[in-house]
């Protein structure tokens, strides 16, 4: 069957099955809406809590990313997956004791503050919408790369899916929807990259492939070929790397800080019926997170050896050592039409030059073999997309992998908007200025809110605030510098008080996002060139939310040291959440 | 005061857990790296493997490792949810 037909198909039948579900278990109360009446089984939040956390950005681009970054890519791996070790054993089991719906509320209640929680909805609405504007983007991107219509076109059709299950479905439909998106984009992502490690290795298990030998070679390691492959061409080596061990150490912790300080994420552990559910879940979270996330390196790494094998199959500086521009592989084809790869002939030789011309000390070197410049730019989103008609699977998975990339981007975007709708219904309106505000009506304003969420999500989408890894960097720095510390501090002190954990929310924000826009540029024009020297300890604006959440633990204790200590109710709700009866 | 030891063990646990958690992603994936990847086993550079594989599955280890340690605790201090409040 026709490719394009075949996506129409499988994409189609993935929305009729996730509208289906959100039919089926749509929100009849407000308990139901916020957090799906808090009777989600631990595997089943699990399951939903990996899709609601992986994106489109894990799903195409994380395995692209790692394959041009090498070791500096292991920030990621390392920092989105170890947040749930925080999450697991410092916030979740305790905020699901506390037993409401939000995490501002959490915060009101117990810094005894509506300034508070309104601080707290204030950050949680910063860092959700950059992260979903994020997201949107992605939503329209992959609609247009699979379906072929224009990214508005692609955005409206998400923006439609998603509306339905969400302010439909509430928590409750987006949770089973999840499960549903869980299963469709972890066997997309999996099944070309076991045809691709067998193709490559013959081993079929990615993780175990990264490790082994290049078949039919001798008997060096896969990835100490790819250093030698890569550092001929002028590369750093794959296995080392090039931003400095500090950067990536604030960066990792920064990412790890920030994913347990997301609202989205965190809400999701207050749908499980129990304490113990609570913890065990995000142990399921993190191990199905993990099946995608250990994944993503082995297929960057094979798709690394194999994309710079493809094009230079003979010998490094050999006129006939590069691959002939007439010769080039039908998917090569493919992706050119797309303009995800893109070859210029810079020395007229017919022949493709792929290598690192921003490498002064092999400029001499390249010159010798007569190349004038690196003539292919390469998309990192190609080592996802590409792998399917690479390895040569059957159409079927390259419809699937699309279903996958539209599955994680919708299932993202829904998570995110549903906490900023309870946000708003929830902490703003039944908590702060309409407090009579009865049940139907909360629920009501709770769809409201999310539909209105979406529209400003999809205009946000089509007019992107900057380049989007950018956008997520800064939701991250955001999530780490202002709710993290005080929700855990909220917790683990009895003494931090509303002043305290107002200041420290404050500096923590203001610090990084000042840091951020300084380097940036995010609405402004930046301040300074976003480069190592002015940095501050030779921090990227990446990693700066590190600093922030710092700042915000110091100045949250030492203003709750000079201010009256919280009132004996507070002591007794600290008490209360400490243990799960 | 069972509530307090009950506290105290659990804040033991969660030092112990974080220790471990450190350990394997910043310090055997970043402060320890190059040391580490002196030492190669079956095809991976330790360091790189606890960067790009390793950290992971400790991290998931670890997770179900404090849930069930927790588990006992609860029933050992007699707050378990399926016991009555003292």
């Known amino acids: ?581 | 005061m069972s509530k307090r030891t009950y506290w105290q063990d659990n804040l033991r646990l969660v030092a112990f857990c974080l220790a471990i958690w450190f350990l394997v992603s910043f310090g055997f994936g970043i402060i320890g790296l190059d040391w580490l990847n002196q030492i190669q086993i079956g095809g991976f550079q330790l360091g790189f493997f606890f960067a790009q594989q390793g950290s992971i599955y400790v991290f998931v280890a670890l997770i179900f490792f404090y849930a069930r340690r927790m588990a006992a605790l609860d029933r050992k201090h007699g707050v378990n949810e399926e016991q009555a409040r003292e």
Request: aromatic share 12%.
């Open chain 1, 1 to 581: 069957m026709e490719l394009q037909t075949l996506t129409y198909i499988v994409v189609g039948a993935s929305f009729a099955l996730y509208i289906g579900i959100a039919v089926a278990t749509r929100a009849s109360s407000t308990g139901e809406f916020y957090v799906a009446g808090g009777g989600v089984h631990p595997i089943a939040n699990g399951l939903a809590t990996a899709a609601d956390w992986m994106s489109a950005a894990s799903f195409i681009s994380m395995a692209g990313l790692i394959a041009f970054l090498g070791y500096d890519g292991s920030v990621y791996l390392m920092g989105w997956t170890g947040g749930y070790v925080l999450l697991a054993l410092l916030l979740a089991p305790y905020l699901r004791k506390f037993g409401k719906f939000t995490v501002p509320e959490f915060i009101g209640d117990r810094y005894e503050s509506q300034a508070a929680r309104i601080v707290a909805v204030v950050c949680l609405i910063l860092i959700s919408f950059t992260y979903v504007a994020g997201q949107m983007r992605g939503v329209g991107i992959v609609f247009s790369r699979f379906l072929n219509v224009d990214i508005t076109t692609g955005l409206v059709i998400g923006m439609a899916i998603v509306f339905v299950y969400a302010v439909l479905g509430g928590m409750k439909g987006i949770t089973y929807t999840q499960v549903a998106q869980y299963c469709v984009l972890i066997f997309a992502y999996t099944v070309p990259a076991v045809f691709i490690s067998l193709q490559v290795t013959g081993v079929p298990i990615p993780q175990l492939a990264m490790a082994s030998t290049v078949e039919g070679t001798d008997g060096i390691p896969l990835l100490m070929r790819l250093d030698q492959v890569v550092t001929a061409l002028g590369f750093s080596p794959y296995t080392a790397g090039t931003k400095s061990r500090i950067d990536i150490f604030f960066i990792t912790m920064a990412l790890m800080i920030g994913t347990a300080g997301l609202p989205h994420v965190i809400v999701r552990f207050f749908t499980v019926p129990k304490v113990r559910d609570a913890r065990m879940s995000a142990g399921w979270a993190l191990l199905f997170i993990a099946l995608l996330y250990t994944t993503a390196p082995a297929v960057g790494a094979l798709a690394r050896l194999n994309l710079t094998n493809t094009i230079q199959p003979g010998p490094v500086g050999s006129a006939e050592g590069n691959l002939a521009y007439g010769e080039r592989p039908d998917w090569f084809r493919t992706w050119e039409d797309t303009g995800l790869l893109q070859f210029e002939d810079k020395n007229g030789d017919g022949r493709i030059q792929y290598y690192n011309d921003a490498n002064s000390a092999f400029t001499k070197t390249a010159d010798e073999y007569g190349w004038a410049g690196n003539e292919l730019s390469v998309d990192r989103d190609i080592i996802v997309l590409a792998n399917p008609e690479i390895a040569g699977l059957p159409n079927w998975v390259i419809a699937l992998v699309a279903a996958g990339g539209i599955a994680a981007a919708l299932s993202t975007a829904a998570g995110l908007l549903l906490v900023i709708s309870a946000a708003v219904s929830h902490d703003l309106l039944k908590g702060i200025f309409a407090r009579e505000i009865s049940e139907k009506n909360e629920l009501m304003a709770g769809r409201m809110s999310a539909a209105f969420a979406i529209l400003c999500a999809g205009y946000l989408g089509y007019n992107p605030p900057g380049f989007v890894a950018e956008v997520v960097a800064l939701a991250f720095g955001l999530a780490a510098a202002s709710l993290f510390p005080v929700t855990l501090l909220g917790i683990f002190s009895l003494r931090v008080n509303k002043y305290g954990a107002i200041a420290g929310m404050l500096t923590g924000l203001l610090f990084t996002l000042g840091y951020i826009v300084w380097f940036k540029g995010i609405f402004f024009e930046s301040m300074a060139a976003n480069v190592a020297d002015n940095w501050l300890f030779g921090i990227s604006p990446e990693g700066i939310g590190t600093v922030g959440a710092g700042l915000n633990f110091v100045v949250a204790l030492g203003v709750s040291a000079l201010t009256p200590p919280p009132s004996q109710e507070v002591r007794n709700l600290v008490e209360r959440i400490r243990v799960p009866n």
